[in-house]
């Protein structure tokens, strides 16, 4: 079992940059591939970038590609996502999600999810 805190999202003007923080909770964290993803008013849940269990694989969609980084610190169980660049369209609630498997896209790959984060970027 996995537990995941988001945190670190808030107002920011086009250009800013913000880091989200997931906290994870529980023995096997390390053992899970971990994911961010986000959602939009109206729009379906879309994968953002996702790292594997030892922090060495990423993966990023191509709209954040060069903007956002992922990365992890098993001791510390967490899991961050930097944002830099952002701009309006990245307005959204951001969600942290653990996975058995390697650098999944899908969300129905994922077993656990925090509760979210709203991420609002202002032009």
Do not use: H
């Not at 805190?5 to 899970?32: D, H, I, K, N, P």
């Not at 109206?42 to 990023?60: H, L, M, P, Q």
């Not at 660049?85 to 656990?112: H, I, M, N, Q």
């Amino acid at each position: 079992q996995v537990q995941l805190v988001e945190s670190g999202g808030g107002l920011v003007q086009a250009g800013g940059s913000l880091r989200l923080s997931c906290a994870a909770s529980g023995r096997t964290f390390s053992m899970y591939s971990m994911g961010w993803f986000r959602q939009a008013p109206g729009k379906e849940r879309e994968f953002v970038a996702a790292i594997n269990w030892s922090g060495v694989s990423t993966f990023y969609a191509d709209s954040v590609e060069g903007r956002f980084t992922i990365s992890r610190d098993i001791a510390k169980n967490t899991v961050w996502l930097q944002m830099n660049s952002l701009k309006p369209e990245d307005t959204a609630v951001y969600y942290c999600a653990a996975s058995p498997g390697g650098l999944p896209r899908r969300s129905s790959e994922y077993d656990y999810w925090g509760q979210g984060t709203q991420v609002t970027v202002s032009s």
